[in-house]
């Protein structure tokens, strides 16, 4: 990077990383030009692009096109775009909540069963538990048994909404202290809540004994006992599983 922020190359500078375009699909040929410079490397997050004018020239398009490309890079959080003199358009680094967004709009949009959903969560729910057991601390034990806390009280009132449990088992997730899992569990949630609705439709009180469980699930935790957690849970996303199989 040079010293205005301005992306330079291990080759002889920034003239050596873009080549022109064809103009039938310029601007998401472009996109797809620095989304796999990003990946390579050759442009890191702070690194500021060239101008919209530079740009135009080493792409052989209009500023309008590269003005195109860059509000759909920015949409896809790969730069962010800033005004005024030191202003321009800087690679981002990506985080974790967007990634899990793109991943969460394409589990929801690709029409899984809620059998299929269920099935995931058991390999995946039971195969966190010992990093979970070994790793929670004393903050994850509170939230874990307030999220309890709020499913007996909805309880009192004859309801529980499916929002508590997708919530409890993404923070179990965060437990685990692990940035890939939060990251998998949080892109899950959607789907996961769509098919604990679609279950508790047929299933009323599957909400109010899995609460229950919920804390028996926090208890082991608390102890260590990964044998016990993995019991409590198998029992638990069991009970989800054969509701599924009834219904279909």
Do not use: W
Request: hydrophobic share 40%; net charge neutral; aromatic share 4%.
């Amino acid at each position: 990077m040079t010293a205005d922020g301005s992306i330079t190359s291990s080759r002889g500078g920034s003239d050596d990383i873009f080549t022109r375009v064809n103009p039938g699909r310029a601007s998401e040929m472009i996109v797809d030009q620095v989304r796999l410079l990003i990946r390579d490397g050759q442009l890191k997050p702070g690194d500021r692009l060239p101008a919209e004018r530079e740009l135009g020239e080493k792409f052989g398009v209009s500023r309008v096109t590269v003005r195109e490309a860059l509000r759909g890079l920015e949409a896809n959080g790969m730069v962010t775009i800033k005004v005024g003199a030191r202003g321009g358009a800087f690679v981002t680094a990506p985080t974790s909540a967007r990634v899990g967004e793109g991943i969460m709009d394409l589990l929801t949009m690709s029409g899984l069963t809620d059998r299929e959903v269920t099935e995931a969560r058991q390999v995946f729910e039971l195969g966190i538990i010992p990093l979970v057991c070994e790793r929670a601390t004393e903050e994850d034990i509170k939230d874990l048994l307030e999220i309890c806390d709020r499913g007996d009280a909805a309880a009192e009132n004859g309801s529980y909404p499916m929002e508590l449990s997708a919530e409890f088992h993404t923070r179990v997730a965060k437990a685990s202290h692990n940035a890939a899992i939060v990251m998998l569990a949080e892109s899950f949630h959607g789907p996961t809540l769509m098919s604990l609705r679609h279950i508790q439709e047929g299933h009323p009180e599957m909400g109010i004994r899995g609460n229950r469980e919920h804390r028996q699930f926090v208890a082991a935790i608390k102890k260590g006992d990964v044998e016990k957690a993995t019991a409590v849970m198998r029992t638990h996303i069991g009970r989800t599983a054969r509701h599924v199989s009834k219904g279909n």
